[in-house]
């Protein structure tokens, strides 16, 4: 389960920039093309917070569409799956989003400076 890992490293990044003050929620940016699983990083962001200034905080996942635009027509479109072609049938493309994966803030306690 590669999303306990990635909770341990979100917690140890936030926690290392949050220093003493104690973290209520941090949003983070998941490509759906990543394959994280919401509802596993959830738990395991649960799990890898505990003792630490982020327990108890909440994690909000915002998921990202994954889009590409087309090199042959110039069409951009979203794609359901990594092979996913353009309508006009090519699959010579720029992914453009859907491969994120970044901690976009965090919030402390009111009163604490992060």
């Known amino acids: 389960m590669h999303e306990l890992a990635l ?14 003050s104690r973290v ?8 759906v093309l990543t394959c ?7 738990f395991c962001f649960g799990l890898a917070a505990s003792g630490t ?6 994690l909000e996942i915002r998921e990202i ?18 092979w996913t072609a353009c309508p006009c ?5 720029e992914r453009i989003s859907g ?4 901690i976009k803030e965090y919030e402390v306690e009111a009163g604490a400076a992060a």
């Open 99 to 102: 491969e994120e994966l970044r």
């Open 65 to 82: 569409k994954a889009k590409a635009r087309c090199r042959v027509c110039g069409s951009t479109f979203f794609q359901d799956t990594l």
């Open 89 to 93: 049938g090519e699959r010579d493309f």
């Open 7 to 20: 909770a341990q490293s979100i917690v140890e990044m936030v926690a290392g920039h949050a220093g003493s």
């Open 36 to 42: 994280v699983m919401p509802d596993a990083m959830r």
């Open 53 to 58: 200034v982020l327990e108890g905080a909440m």
């Open 24 to 31: 209520q929620r941090v949003t983070v940016e998941v490509g």
